[in-house]
Structures are given as C-alpha cells and as structure tokens.
C-alpha cells in the first residue's frame, strides 16, 4: 500500500515499522511534525524533552537499554545536544539510536544556517540523506540496523523541503518492539579518562568498518549517463539534478560520512567533467578535492542559501551544460508571490508589552520566539536575538560590564524557552548578584512552532495530564525575590510592574501571563473607531495589528479580525477607539 505523505511525517511511519520503542526531541521547525506524528502510535512512547540536551540523553539511555531510540530536532538544537552526542560515539549503542538533524538552508525560520554534515565528521557518527520521503522512511530502519551492528550513533539530516515536501510512500507492516538484553558493562558506558581512551580506539575501529560498507551500501549508488558530464550530488539536491540534467551521469550518496572513497574515484574516472552539487557548505566537494580529484563545485554554485531546480539551471547554463537559454525566472525558480512579511497574530499578548518596552525607551535583550516579532518595525520592542535562553545572560552581562545601562536594560524570554535554557541562566544572574529585570512572556504553550505542550502546560506530547511548572514558586526557590504576576492586555499595569522592577535590588522577574490567542480566543465585542473623533495621527499603527489600517486619514479596525484585546483602546489619545470590555 502506498501513502502520499511528507519527509517528517514519512520519517515517522519509518520509526513505526522499524520497531521504534522510545522516542524524544524538542520542537522547532522543520522537525516539529516527526514526533507530533509519531504521537499518534500508542506503541511507541513519545515525548517533548525541556530541551534537545535532554532529548539526546533521554535516547542514550534507552539505547543504553537495548531499545530502538528516535531522537528529533531542528539544526541548531544540534548546538544543544553537541555534549551527549560526541561521547555517545565513544560509547556506542545496545539498541540503535538515530539522531534527526533537521536543517534549514534559507533560514525560513531559523537564526543562522549550518550545515550539520560537519556535526557528523566531527562526533565521528554516521550521516544518512534522504532525497524524498521514501528514502527518509527507508532510512530510519537503515540507521538503526547501521548503529546497531556499528555500535555508533547514526544521523539521519533531512532539509526543509524533504521535510515539508510530500511524495508516495510504500507502507509496510511494522516490525514487533523487541528490547535487546541489557547487562552491565563500565568499559563501555562508563567514560571515566582509562575507559575512554579504549572506546576512542574502538571507535576508530568502528570507523574503519563503516567505511569499508559505505562502498557497498545501497544508498550509494551511480546512475549512469552521458560521461561527459558526472555530478555527485546528495539530499534534495540529486531531486534538482535529475531534473534539470536528465542525461547527466549521477553519483548518489546517501551515506555522507564516512564517504564511499573508492566509488567515488571510479566514478570520476568514468566521467570526463566533475561537479558537485551539494547545499550550503563544500562538505563533499572538500572531501573530494583530498582525494587528489579535480571537481567544480562552490566556485559555480552559492555556499548559502537554498537551492532550486531554477538556480541549477541557471548556473548549468552558464557553464554551458544547457543548449536552451535561460529564462528570466530561472534565477529564482518559480514566480515569487509578493512579500508577506510576518507580523503577531491580532490578540497576541505580547503586543502590548514591547509597545510599552519601546515607549519607555529601554534596551531589551530578546529570545527565540514568536515574541521575536516584536522586534520588527512598527513595534521595534526588541534590540537582539541570538540563541535559546540568552536574553537573560546578555541581559547579566550588559548589567556587569556596563553598569549604568541597568536602569534601561530589561531581558524577554517566553515560557517554552525559559525552561529550555532560561532557567540556568536567571540562576547564573541570582548567584552572580545582578541587578536585571526579566519578563517571562507566558502564553502557555509553544507558539512558534505550533502550539506544542512543555512541561508548564500540564500535557504532555501523547496527550496525557502532567504536572505543572510552578514558574513563580520556580523564579523564588532560584533565589529571585522579587516575582510579580501581570496582564499583558494591562499596559499600564505592565509599566508599573517594568518600573518596580528596574527599582529593585538584584533580579526581578515580572511573568506576563495569558493564553496564546489562537488557544484560547475569548468572546468579547469588537473594537469600534469614531471616524469624527479620529485624529489621523496613526498611533494605533504602531501596535502592529492586523486588525487596524488607515482609510483617508482615519483609523478602521477589521472587525474579522479583532478579537476585542483593547490595546488599541489603550493607546488611542484622542479616545476614537471604542471597545466593548474597557477591563479586557
């Protein structure tokens, strides 16, 4: 039976047929649908980790018990999990484990781009890249019978297009949940320096078979073509290639670490020109060039962003490779639709507190989050982003090295990210003495990357009820004693809490508290403009509301879109906003 479905949810169905018994990550797109699929099977147990740290060590402890383990996450969570995952190459696996690396060329929606291949060279674990959703179903049992009779960890790197692009998949029945025998063996697990020094060199041992099987794996393969022109090529890439050069001979690689040496010095031979094609970083192409081959590669082709069928063809054409010219588009693949900047949903709760930020005129340290957002003009109620968790420790380090910006300097973080990586953080400002102010947007959920539970929500990822996070009585037994709870839609009340806030002595912490808006969307009459009262002096604009536009000078609110939120009526000076709850 065949199923159209998409890279993420294909690689769920893998983890299902291939006798998955435990599975963890944390959610950031392009990753998130994995386990919200997955979630769907009772059979296997699935869950959302604090954060990817905790995921990855969560499966090595599973693998450590014989089960066959799925660990999940978006590219920079790799970042996260980098210290489990290194020494878990030392240690190796009794059930197989696969870490999904899920990365994003283009930065759709990410912080940075990189290319996670390196991650796989550098841990020295193996590399799978699937082309389409078939291969990153087949691959997950592949990883798991690779890492199970190598004894490493396998990564399985997927892209946003395999990720969210959907092809015909060919089901198959599951295979039944087996649990390895565990028995106990410190020389193995146990990474004391006498220890580790022997699974450094059984790791290389097991590098060296690895190697000698990614010469003869099924998912290194050539396709064979007209030699004067080979191109190898992995991931969504070989998709564009066989698109755009048909005829082309093609050497396929699936297993990306450790590389097919000796394929790939056949297939050059056979070929009178050599390119590579590959996204993001020279990781084939360096390799290769080691190999003492002469191959084109980012001298022709971008090392950022994402590539396209459009792209390929362009640059092939200019190489002379395509007899047809180029037309216009090719550049950019398809016609591009017009610019759809995004904005915070109308009712967001976080609205109002950078517009109160901005208006007071403080720095403030941002995180990763829809509240990100409140960053972009109009709001302009953010001055940074880096990472997970760094508003706080920013925020402590302006306040440490720069003293007299105290005053002015107040750190953002959302519920999600807080106990992802803010918690040690506000700790590290409690013990260090800073004097900071932090406000923990609580909107209950994690909003980003589709409303997902954490562990102050009181769900959990498989839908039973859970305990939740005290983040009041968290904040005070960190050592913070100042802790006030406000209404984001209180804007005042949220100025006065901001002010008493910076007054304090040490760390406050102010927990803006109320449901996400697509959540928990409550009745309430709709915000009204009295056109004879309205000035046309467009502070209302600057709220950045979807809700709110400007007709012949005067201010309208949607009325399909307004959700009766009040901040408008908040900010109007001349009292032309008229809303139907004034205590909203």
Known sequence: MKELLSGNAAIARGAIEAGVTLASGYPGTPSTEILENLSRCKDVYSEWAPNEKVALEVGVGAAMAGARTLVTMKHVGVNVAADPLFTAA???VTGGLVL???????????QNEQDNRHYARFAKVAMLEPSDSQEAKDMVALGLEISENFDIPVMLRITTRVAH?????ELNEPLPREIKPYSKDVKKYLMVPAFGRLRRLSLEERLTRLKEYSETTRVNFIVPGDNKVGIITSGI???YVREVLPGASVLKLGLTNPLPVQLIKQFAEQVQTLYVVEELEPFLEEQIRMLGIKVTGKEMFPATGEFSQG???SKFAEAGLLTAQPREDWATGLPQAPPRPPVLCPGCPHRGVFFTLRSMKLTVTGDIGCYTLGGLPPLEGIDCCVCMGASISMAHGIDKAVPGLKEKTVAVIGDSTFLHSGITSLLNAVYNSSDITVL???NRTTAM??????????????GGEAPEVDLEALCRALGVKQVELVDPLDMAAVKEAVNTGLAAKGPSVIIARRPCVLLKRESKPVVTVDQETCNGCKVCLKLSCPAISVSDKKSSVDKTLCVGCNLCVQVCKTGAMKGGNADA
Do not use: E, F, N
Request: glycine share 12%.
């Open 237 to 239: 890439s070989y998709q």
């Open 100 to 110: 999904i690396s899920a990365d994003d060329p283009g930065m759709h929606s990410s």
């Open 90 to 92: 030392y240690t190796g």
């Open 311 to 313: 792209l390929l063809r």
């Open 449 to 462: 990357t589709g409303h997902q539970d954490h562990p102050a929500t009181g769900r959990t990822l498989m």
């Open 440 to 442: 923990i947007l609580d």
């Open 165 to 169: 692009s959907q092809g015909m998949v």
